[in-house]
């Protein structure tokens, strides 16, 4: 006697489990209900001078959030995003405050600086087998000394440096369409996200990203270069965090070199809110711009509730640490 067996087809509900694509949906329909509800709070929030102030708060968390995003899908983590971006930003200043060079060379600066950054940080954890959390605590530390020693401990100002202060507070889409005054800063923030998309998609360093976080020892026994593979993720992660550097700088036309600290956080947070697992395989960059988007909405409402900032410190502690209890409950269920 045989017998035979069929999979039963999986429902709807299951295949969006399986995919992770729930996630993205619960995070979205979060981000609803926060809107709703500080908009009941305060006739205040959904104005449109608030709505343009969490956009432009979301360009700088957005973007570090992207480059979170690679490192931890890979199935590692990176603490000095935060620091990383305001040594990016201090560097920027010495190119063009100091040394009084083109505003274009300063914007390559930024942007190299964090490559080579990240490339470090990438060096340590792929070559010296560093953990990644220990490599980028140390290195957290160094750009944050050498923020302060390169500037001298003092903020770096931009204010000879005509246009700089566009990147980020200009609009272009204002130019065109005065009625939508959206931030260049929210402008870059798509665009960035856009090609880190099509990057995790599409190419070849996408898929190994992927592959790396699945199972990396699967992919280094098929013949494949794990360790220069790794170093390009973080090197490609430093440099989106090289353009938030320039957006924030842009953002206060000045390098802050005591700045920086607490933006990882949000960042990891924003990621692992996104679907993103911490244990790496899984992520997208749409479910971290809706992650950042929810963190800088609950921030802008506190305020706007006037709600002490040591409360909204307490309430952005309780969120990472609710979002990486949701992170390890999807990883027990998979």
């Not at 957290?140 to 401990?153: A, N, Q, R």
Request: proline share 4%; net charge positive.
């Amino acid at each position: 006697m045989t017998t035979t067996t069929t999979n039963a087809p999986k429902s709807p509900l299951a295949r969006l489990i399986a995919t992770g694509a729930h996630q993205k949906l619960l995070a979205f329909a979060s981000l609803i209900l926060l809107l709703i509800g500080f908009s009941i709070a305060s006739p205040n929030f959904m104005q449109m001078s608030n709505m343009i102030a969490i956009l432009q708060a979301t360009s700088v968390n957005g973007v570090l959030a992207v480059a979170v995003t690679l490192v931890i899908i890979t199935g590692g983590i990176d603490l000095s995003v935060g620091t990383m971006m305001t040594f990016c930003a201090v560097i920027t200043g010495v190119v063009l405050t100091y040394l009084g060079l083109p505003l274009l060379l300063g914007v390559v600066a930024a942007i190299g600086t964090g490559a080579l950054a990240g490339l470090c940080s990438g060096t340590f954890v792929a070559k010296m087998k560093i953990p990644p959390f220990i490599a980028t605590l140390g290195m957290m530390l160094i750009l944050k000394g050498l923020s302060l020693v390169i500037s001298g401990t003092r903020p770096i100002y931009f204010n000879d440096t005509p246009g700089f202060s566009e990147i980020s507070r200009g609009s272009i889409i204002g130019d065109l369409l005065p009625f939508l005054p959206i931030p260049n800063g929210v402008l870059i923030l798509f665009l960035v996200a856009a090609a880190a998309s099509y990057i995790l998609g599409r190419t070849v360093l996408g898929r190994y990203c992927f592959a790396l976080g699945s199972n990396e020892e699967a992919v280094r026994l098929s013949g494949v270069n794990t360790d220069r593979w790794k170093m390009a993720i973080y090197a490609l992660s430093g440099a989106i965090v090289g353009i938030a550097g320039l957006l924030i700088a842009s953002r206060l036309n000045s390098a802050q070199p005591a700045l920086g600290l607490g933006y990882e956080l949000e960042a990891i947070a924003a990621v692992v809110i996104g679907g993103t697992s911490l244990s790496g395989g899984r992520g997208t960059i749409i479910g971290s711009l809706i992650g950042a988007l929810i963190m800088a909405v609950l921030t802008n409402g506190l305020r706007v509730l006037s709600v002490a900032q040591e409360w909204q410190t307490v309430v952005t502690g309780s969120i990472i640490i609710l979002a990486v209890y949701a992170d390890m409950i999807r990883r027990k269920r998979a």
